[in-house]
């Protein structure tokens, strides 16, 4: 995990982006877009300058470079080397979200309960890097090189560890 935060801050201060909120605001000012409206609003045509990421009220948006996403990597790594470790991709948790259980939207989403489920490691980790695009945090290509470089160290970590573990 070390390992994958100096890839991943080594990437953020060499690209140095700009993370959606910024971007939208200040690409979208003054023309509209369908976008989340707020908690109970739905989505509407809102001003681009009014847009917020899908996250609860006051919540702040990290104050460094938005590119590579550290949660991909994070988790992309873990799962290599879970993957790698056990010999086997396969996870198997399930969760279970409750009707209107939403901190975001409290009672109101979601509609009804909703089963989730990671049948391997790899799924799991997709999912925890896209759920920073869901919270407009991150766009999809800080997603996608995030997931790609804890993959890759993730699988040089394991390797390069100590010999008994790898039997």
Do not use: C
Not at 33 to 42: K, L, S, T, V, Y
């Amino acid at each position: 995990m070390f390992d994958a935060s100096i890839a991943t801050w080594d990437a953020k201060r060499a690209y140095d982006s700009v993370r959606p909120i910024t971007a939208i605001h200040f690409l979208f000012s003054g023309k509209k877009i369908r976008a989340w409206a707020g908690p109970g609003e739905g989505t509407k045509e809102i001003d681009g300058a009014e847009w917020m990421p899908y996250q609860q009220a006051g919540s702040v948006t990290p104050p460094f470079p938005e590119y590579v996403s550290g949660h991909s990597a994070f988790s992309a790594t873990a799962a290599e080397v879970l993957k790698l470790f056990t010999g086997s991709d396969e996870f198997g948790m399930k969760a279970t979200v409750e009707a209107g259980s939403s901190t975001i939207e409290p009672g109101m989403v979601p509609s009804r309960d909703i089963r989730l489920s990671w049948p391997t490691f790899t799924v799991a980790a997709e999912e925890a890097g896209i759920s920073r695009r869901y919270g407009g945090i991150h766009f999809e290509l800080a997603d996608n090189a995030g997931r790609l470089i804890g993959r890759e160290v993730g699988r040089q970590a394991f390797y390069k560890g100590p010999e008994f573990l790898r039997r």
